[in-house]
Structures are given as C-alpha cells and as structure tokens.
C-alpha cells in the first residue's frame, strides 16, 4: 500500500459536489409505491409480492437517474448498491418471520402442561389430545448421544488441522471434511442404516439415529473450531512458547481457551441444526407412541419424526399438534442457541 | 508460521515426559483428523455395496427410467425424473438465495448500525436452525396459496419461457413451490457464512478504501468481496450441498411423480432424498437396495459439487487474522 494513485475524476466545483435533498429518498419511495399500485391495476398483477417486487423496480430506476444527473455515476451506483442491499434483507426478512409467527401462532393453539407431557399413547389420529413428551425425550437423548460422539472429535480435527497439520495429509482431510459438510443428511441416514442394520444386523433404534446425526454434526464443528483456531493469533501462540510452555500444553491452556467461546457457539449451532432433522431418523428408528427412554433398545420417538407422522395423518387434530410439535422443537433449537450467546459472551476473553 | 520454530524448543527445557505428551496429543488429534476419511470411505463403500443387488436386477436403464418399481416382477427402475428434479430446485433455490443472502450478508455487517446489526446476526443465526421439517409445514400452509400469485403472473406473462407455462391451470405442490421453499432454508445457512467472512476483511482494507475516496458500493467491491470471495463461494456451496439434498420440507411440498417436466409451476417434480424418505418404510429388500443406489447418486452428486466449489477456493490464496 505504499503507493496509492488519486482518483483522477475531476472534482466538481464545491467540496462536496451535488447530492440529492434528504427529502429524495422518501418522495422517490412513494412515488415508486403508488406507480407499482397503478400498474397492478392496469396489468392485473396478482398478490401483494408482486406489487412489492415492481414498486422496488420503479423506485431503483427513478432514483439512479435522479442521482446519475446530480451527483454522478459513482453515487448513483452507490445508492443502487445501498438500495438493493436493504431490499435484499427485507425480501428475506418477510419469510422467515412469517415462518415464526405461524409456528408461534399455531402452536400456541394446542400448547398446554399435558401436550408437553403426554405421550401419544391410545390417542387416536383423529382425536384431539395427546402430546409430545415421549418425543421430547428421544430428541434430548438422541442429540445429546450425536454430541457426545461428534463434539470431542471435531475439535480434536480442527486442533489437528491448524496446529499439527502439514503437507498432504492435512491438505486430504481438510478437503474432505469441506465435502463432508455437503452430505446430505439422509445420506448419512442411508450409511448408517447400510452399516449398523443391514451390515452389523442390529435393530433401528435411537442410537442408530444418535450416530447419524453425530455424522452430520461432525464436519460442522470442525469448520466452525478449525475458524476459531485460526484467529486466535500467533503472538499467543510465540509468547506461550517463549516461556517454555509445551506445544501441547499451548494448545489445551492458550489456544482453547482463547478460541473456547467460538468453538462452544459453533458446537451449539451444529447441535441446533441436527435437532431438527427428519431424514435420517426416518431411515434409522422407527417411531412409537409411547414413551422409550433407552435408546439402544425399540422403536424411540422424536420431535422431528413426532411432526412428520401428525402431517402425514393429515386430520385437522394431527395436524394442529403437528404444529404443537413445531413449537417445541423451534423452542429446544432457540434455547440452544440463547444459551450458546449466552456461554460465548460470559466466557469470551476480553482484549 | 510460528510452528516450524517450536518443534526444537521442547526438547531441552521440560525432556521426555513433554514430549510423550506432545506427541500423545498431536497422534491423537490425527487420528480424529483421519476419522473423517475413514467415514467418508465407508459411506461410499457401505452404498456401493448395498446398491448392487438392485441394480443387477434392474431390468430399466437405471438413468433415464421415469418409473420406480424396483419390487415388481420384473424389476424396473431409473432415476431420470429424480436427477432432473434434484437439480434443478437446487439450482433455481442457488440462483434465488446467494445474491440475497450475499445482500443480507452486507447489510447486517456494513449497512446497519453498530447495535441493529448484533441483533440482526442473532436473527439470521436463529433462522439457520429453523428444521427443514417446519420450512415445510410452512410452505404447505402458508406459501402453497401465498405463492399463487406470482406463480399466475408469471405463467400470464414469461410462460412463453415453457419454465414458468403452467397448461393445467392448476398451481399447488410443484418443483417451482419446492425451489421457493428450498431457497428460503438456504438463505440463513448463505448469509451466515457470507457474514463471517466479511466480519473478518481488515478494517484497515475498508477504511484505506474510504480514505481514498471511495463510496461505500466501492469500497465493498475493492476491499470486501477480494478478500471475501472464497469464503462467498464457500457459502454457495453450503447452500447448494443443502439444497440438493433437503429432504423432509420437499417430501412434503411436492406430489411426488415420475417424469421429467420442464413446466415447473405444474404439480408434480421427484427428488432423490424425497423420494427415499416418500418410499423407504413400504420398500421391499429390492426396493431398500435400490433407494440406497439412488441415494449414491446423490452422494457423487453432492460430492462433486462440493469437489469443484472447493477446487475454486483452492485456487485462491488464503490468509486468515493468524497469519
């Protein structure tokens, strides 16, 4: 950076040069909504998106010339830029929170102590009642097994591949834990039902489920680990050996600890994200009303598999615990993550 | 590196014991490391092996057949309308999520203040983990008629594209319904790894650019995305890898049919993942054997997806806050 060439444009004549009036912005917007209403009517075009969709046309192009003729090409592209990247986070801001609100809503409409305590047990599709605590258990075991499994081992990898790995082996590993993050879980359900039913001659059960959700977990946790690792920087590292302190020792007292709050965020999110999957636990066990709290042993519920079965009955009492069932689940996954923040922020080193 | 420093200073403060310990650890570490191969093997080798009865008996091309009945007399199956199915929602869900997520990527870490985007991170972070099942029991209840609309508009005024012609009138559980679905469960997953990425482009790269001049559109165009790239390519591949193989939202979403059908707003549309979990508990031992096939097709698909996505990293230096 030791030579840097000064934009060669000519400025214009005050230091500043033209800009548009703060009142640009919100006259341009409801132009732009009002032509997109005018145009809906004239061309029929259906639906509240499609109104959205032409009014941020209209309003893109109305602003940029405006802009190109009074403050230039760059900050016309600029302000397009600026547009384009709001409106990018509203588009997909609607979805998601449409997504919660009608979890919230819906599950709120079946949400008692008993729904979060009853099994399904003689509880009939069509009947109302019945609940999801056989379903919760088995989501609890079977994730806390996957984590067991997964968590220790990813970050040994991770430790492995920023800290002892060179040449071609760590160049190997690195390269297949990034295409192990693209298996698509019901692959992993498939291995593990090839290996540990057909190839082992066991039963489906919950741990089999554990071991394939531990399969998905595992490349996760040692990307986000291997990240984390990564920044921690090197004077750590030199001054820990400076003072004699083994590279092992380094890593297990400098380096974790340093890393530990991104390393326990990104093992929470990978437990987040595997709690709701449906795939390989509809390969690997297989559902049952009632309670199961050994998951080596039987059919074991799990909320996933639990809302997969109530919309599969399709009656309006299965599919509203359907949405009972999605509550829950969405309320684990959140409590996951509050309590992940919540570690990273407590011990987070400061500095 | 600082590491090629420190392997001759253990030896003459702390002697043998430091060193078992180190070498204990570092044989350890890489056996974890060497565990992913080792998984990654046996995936392959476990579907391998137990695709082969089926397609021995398969007495379709196993390609191009749009039928599944592996369990029939005589056997006849192929993944002709899976293939299409699998690719194209996932490329549309790709095409639809990464320059959105990218957006939503810049917003949160450049656009918004200091104290919206800590909160804003928190919401993306949150939605990454909204379960694929829910996605779909949202996309069955609220996006099937949500999305009518745009799908009506789209047949009255692109449908000469044939992709978007719709001759039946009838606009429900089709692959274009899935693709919407599947683009807005990839977005979280391409917007957080695009996040973390730009939070780590050197503040002193974008102030430089600021200093000198530049717009803010200019100084994320010469500052943010060279340093970000791989790590935006990276956050595509995400996307993709989970969109190819998303299962349960899309079991749900389609009606499921065999046949391969450009007119993507009509019902109908098949993937392999979906069409596993539609068949697996009614399949017979043909029928399991060659689901698993399908499903090996998915795994070399995923992989070599992943494989060129990481080969187009590769060929980019990578330097990290450590060096």
């Known amino acids: 950076m030791a030579t840097t060439t000064m934009p060669t444009r000519s400025q214009p004549s005050s230091l500043i040069g033209g800009q548009l009036p703060r009142w640009a912005t919100p006259t341009v917007g409801a132009s732009a909504v009002a032509a997109a209403f005018a145009l809906n009517l004239t061309t029929g075009l259906a639906g509240w998106f499609g109104t959205a969709i032409v009014a941020a046309l209209v309003f893109l192009v109305i602003q940029s010339i405006w802009s190109f003729r009074v403050e230039g090409r760059r900050h016309a592209v600029d302000r397009l830029a600026t547009t384009l990247v709001y409106s990018t986070f509203v588009a997909a801001i609607v979805p998601l929170v449409s997504v919660l609100f009608t979890v919230l809503v819906k599950g709120l409409a079946v949400m008692s102590w008993a729904f979060l305590t009853d099994s399904m047990r003689n509880v009939s599709p069509r009947a109302e009642g019945g609940g999801v605590g056989h379903a919760i258990v088995g989501t609890l075991q079977q994730v806390g097994i996957a984590a067991a499994f997964a968590v220790p081992v990813g970050i040994l990898a991770a430790i492995y591949l920023v800290e002892y790995g060179r040449g071609r082996l760590a160049k190997v590993i690195s390269f297949f834990v990034d295409v192990m993050t693209g298996i698509p879980s019901i692959v992993a359900g498939l291995f593990i039902f090839t290996a540990f039913v057909l190839g082992l001659g066991l039963e489906r059960s919950g741990f089999a489920a554990a071991l394939a959700l531990a399969i998905l977990m595992l490349p996760v946790i040692i990307r986000t680990t291997e990240e984390m690792l990564k920044i921690v920087p090197n004077d750590l590292r030199e001054a820990s050996y400076a003072l004699g302190v083994p590279k092992f020792r380094t890593i297990l007292k400098v380096v974790l600890p340093t890393a530990l709050a991104g390393i326990v965020t990104g093992a929470m999110l990978s437990v987040a994200r595997v709690a709701g999957e449906t795939a390989p636990l509809l390969l690997t066990t297989f559902l049952t009303q009632s309670y199961n709290y050994n998951p080596l042993e039987g059919p074991q519920a799990s909320l996933p598999l639990f809302i997969w079965d109530q919309i599969t009955s399709g009656t309006s009492a299965s599919v509203g615990r359907a949405w009972g069932g999605a509550l829950v689940l969405i309320t684990i996954v959140m409590l996951f993550y509050i309590t992940a923040k919540l570690l990273a922020a407590r011990f987070a080193p400061k500095g | ?323």
Do not use: C
Request: no cysteine; net charge neutral.
């Open chain 2, 1 to 323: 590196m600082a590491e090629s420093s420190t392997t001759t200073s253990t030896s003459s403060i702390s002697g043998a014991s430091v060193r078992r310990g180190d070498r204990a650890f570092s044989g350890v570490s890489r056996g974890a490391g060497l565990l992913v191969l080792v998984i990654m093997a046996a995936i392959a080798a476990f579907l391998i092996w137990r695709s082969i009865p089926s397609l021995a008996e398969n007495t379709g091309n196993f390609l191009t057949e749009q039928s599944w009945n592996p369990d029939g007399d005589p056997s006849v199956f192929g993944i002709g309308a899976l293939l299409f199915g699998t690719v194209v929602s996932a490329i549309i869900a790709m095409t639809l999520a990464v320059p959105v997520g990218i957006g939503i990527a810049l917003f949160i870490s450049l656009y918004a203040g200091r104290r919206l985007s800590s909160s804003l991170a928190f919401i993306t972070d949150l939605l990454a983990a909204v379960p694929s099942i829910i996605f779909g029991l949202w996309g069955l209840e609220v996006l099937l008629s949500g999305s009518e609309g745009i799908q009506v508009w789209l047949n009255d005024w692109v449908g000469w594209t044939i992709l978007f012609d719709n001759r039946l009138d009838l606009y429900g559980k089709s692959l274009f319904l899935a693709s919407l679905v599947l683009s807005i469960m990839i977005l979280p997953t391409v917007a957080a790894v695009s996040r973390e990425v730009i939070l780590q482009v050197p503040p002193g790269h974008k102030e430089a650019a600021l200093a000198l001049g530049a717009t803010r559109w200019e100084m994320v165009k010469m500052a943010v995305f060279p340093f970000a790239k791989p790590g935006m390519i990276s956050a595509a591949m995400l996307g993709l890898g989970r969109a190819l193989g998303e299962t349960i939202a899309v079991a749900l979403i389609l009606s499921a049919k065999f046949e391969v059908n450009w007119h993507l707003t009509e019902p109908g549309g098949n993937t392999f993942a979906a069409n596993i979990a539609l068949k697996w508990n009614e399949a017979g031992t043909t029928g399991l054997s060659a689901l698993i096939a399908s499903g090996l097709v998915l795994f070399v698909l995923t992989l070599t997806v992943n494989m060129v996505a990481r080969y187009i990293i590769a060929r980019r230096a990578e330097f990290s806050g450590a060096n």
